[in-house]
């Protein structure tokens, strides 16, 4: 038994959560007005209801732990993927975990009888340590449950409005690939073509004029999955995945001849990608700093922006160069030896401070 914010917890082979990790469930980023995380989470909203007005509703749930079978066994994830490891999430035990992504909150809102939503909280992975990667980042999820009726109702060329020409190839091609859970190839397109609208015209109200760029990708609990990038820098950044949810996913009525009529899709965001790149936030590390010099940056500003309606733009504070420090050790040959254990163990004694941990494997 253990004790974890003020609750007792059964330990068992699988516990692996860290006194790190801890600290950052307490710090509650959406919760404090002046990160530019929840400033970032607003616009999100108000974006949603001045594109969409009164079709999403808006949740957060601020407490990441959830069974095993919320975060992987009812979104379809075999039982031998690699997230599922010890090296790759956070378990308090056997059966309670950290969530690794909102996607394990879709189906609780859906069996309450919520058919459009968006959902934000805070989410943890054992992952690699550099800018843009840290083991605790934020997730809006996003759900919408349409009928087949409204979907062939829809005016195809209405939808076709934001999508260009590669988009609906991508899309054309997304919809073709076999196994498909519904067979009529049109209305998943219609389907799909309304998750790129509402995704593009999102990006575009947060960004304004903003290369992005779509890609077929995988997901367990999707078919077919897409993912968005922004270019930024001279280089493309990952910043969601999405696609049309399976249909044993789906917690919605049927018809009453037992027909499915509706098709959902999801979308889940990282929501420090997207506040990187609005505020040239250079480290993902600076949102979780106490440092006055970084939030006061974004206080008073209305919602992060200038009266201009432009993002506050970040200016560095740091007045130390960087230190690289070699390390070097064995490893048996025999060993079970995995990277994420050494930055846990680089993280836990040296906190955040380390920038970047390169693994070089020798001969
Ligand atoms: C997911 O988490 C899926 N649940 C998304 C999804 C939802 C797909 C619904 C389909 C339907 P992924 O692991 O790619 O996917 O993460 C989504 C986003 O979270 C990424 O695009 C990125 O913006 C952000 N992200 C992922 N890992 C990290 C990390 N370690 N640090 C910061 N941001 C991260
Ligand atoms: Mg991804």
Redesign the pocket.
Known sequence: MYNLLEKQYESDSMTNITSGVVGKMSMKLLNDRASPLSQLWTRIQTSFEELWPNQFSFHQNDNPIVSVKQNFDELLIPHHHPSRSRNESYYLNRHLMLRT?M?AHERELMRQGFKRFLIAGDVY?R?EIDR???PA?H?V?GVSILSLKELSNHSANFLHNSADANVIKLIDKACEAGQLEHDDRGLLKMALLDLHSKIDGLLRKLFGNVDIRWQETY?P??QP?L?AEVFYKDRWV??????ILKTSIVQAPLQEDGKIDHIAW?????L??IAMILHDIPD?RLFWSHDRRFKDQFVGGNNSLHPSGHPVKFVPFSKYPPINRDISFFIPSQSDFHPNNLYEIVREIASDLVEDVKLVMGP
């Open positions: 992504h996607t992975r992952d843009t990667h840290f980042f997730q999820e997901f609990f999707t999955s993912e990952e910043v969601l995945g999405c696609g999801a979308f889940g965001i990282g420090e990608r993902i």
